[in-house]
Each structure stands twice: as C-alpha cells, then as structure tokens.
C-alpha cells in the first residue's frame, strides 16, 4: 500500500536577527524582498527598541518602500546624557556630488508634482546636461564627461541611483538611471537651500573667471 507523503513544511519565518542584520548592512527595500519587509513592518517596533540600544533609529517609509539606519541626533549642550560613539559614520560629500544629490532631488520633486508615475528614470545623456551647466567648461570636452561620469558612479554607490539593465539585455543602447526615493529622506528642503546658498556663490566665482578669461582673450 503507498502513502501520500506530501510535504506540508513551509519556510521558516523572518526573524529578528535577519532583520537586524539586513539593516545593520543598508538599505532595505520593499522590491527586493517583499516577504522580508512584510516581517519587518509586523516587527518594527522590537527593531526599534533594539536599535535604540546601539544610539540608533529606525527610519521606515512604508509608502515609499525603503527603510534605514542612522544615528539618533547628538544631546544638546546642556543635556547630561553621555555622548556615545557614532556606529553609522558620516561621509563627506565632494562638492560635485552634492550638486549632483540636489540636482536629482529636484528634479524628483518636479516629476512628482506632475503625479504620472512613481519611478524617476533618467538617461546619462539627461543626468550629464543636469549637471554640465554649473561646471566650469574647460577646453577638454572628454576630460568633463569623464568628471560628470565619475560622479555618477559615486551616487551608485551612495544608493541614490540605481543603474538599469538594457533593454533587451543588450550591451548597446542608451544607459538609464532610477532616482532611489529614499534620496527624500537624506536631501530636505533645508539642505536644498543650504545648498543652493552655497551653489550660489561657486556660480559668481565661475562668473567671475570667465570674465577674466574673456579679459585675457581681447
């Protein structure tokens, strides 16, 4: 006589530990695992609690679909907490770069504004004449691209890009960017004016070298 031996096992269910651990590496997003994130929304509050231990906060946007690490802000100067040591580090950004983060934050706010779709793609073509109007054109055309290229590649790496595969999967055709949704979360409309205050004063400098070299040349 045979029996049916079929097999009712199911996965085991996410715990607290591959959430934690998922965090503690990056970014976490709901396309990538979405059975992962429907546990970490049931869970985020023991992550909560457990991060808070280790001077750090859990930032979850469940309409965006990403979530992250970062530390819980400094005690002010008369707060007697103790002051604990930094386990996200902070980067600084080259000047380039950060054009580039406020550049693609307001294009993704325009594109926002106009409610047609959820996902920002962007061409190199587009993201290069994003960024080619405030640097200085020198006389190497090729050395510039190479500049804004290299610049690009750094935002890919930040997290803020996320390069596509061609369509088709052909090596040949146009190269295509989506602009990471979670670049709302690190570029604020504070940081923008700080930033457009700044950009502000490097475009009278280029102003004014330009001018000099249109001196020089009469």
Not at 12 to 33: A, F, H, M, T, W
Not at 180 to 204: C, G, P, T
Request: aromatic residues 6%; glycine residues 6%.
């Amino acid at each position: 006589m045979e029996q049916d031996f079929t097999s009712t096992t199911t996965s085991p269910e996410p715990d607290l530990s591959s959430l934690l651990i998922g965090l503690l590496k990056g970014v976490q997003y709901r396309e990538q695992d979405e059975r992962q994130w429907a546990a970490l929304l049931n869970l985020q509050a023991r992550v909560r609690d457990y991060v808070a231990v280790l001077n750090l906060e859990l930032v979850l946007d469940e309409a965006e679909g990403y979530a992250f690490l970062k530390s819980r802000p400094e005690p002010a100067e008369d707060d007697p907490s103790p002051r604990l040591p930094r386990l996200v580090a902070r980067r600084p950004l080259s000047f380039p770069v950060s054009l580039l983060l406020a550049l693609l934050r307001k294009k993704l706010a325009e594109f926002d504004a106009g409610g047609a779709d959820t996902r920002l793609v962007l061409s190199r073509d587009e993201i290069v004449d994003l960024v080619r109007v405030f640097l200085h054109d020198g006389p190497n055309e090729a050395k510039l691209i190479d500049q804004i290229e290299t610049t690009i590649n750094k935002v890919v790496e930040l997290g803020f890009l996320h390069k596509l595969k061609p369509a088709g999967g052909g090596a040949s055709g146009q190269t295509n960017f989506e602009v990471r949704r979670i670049l709302k979360a690190f570029v604020d409309a504070q940081w923008l004016a700080e930033f457009d205050a700044r950009l502000a004063v490097y475009q009278s400098a280029l102003s004014g070298v330009a001018s000099a070299k249109e001196v020089r040349d009469e």
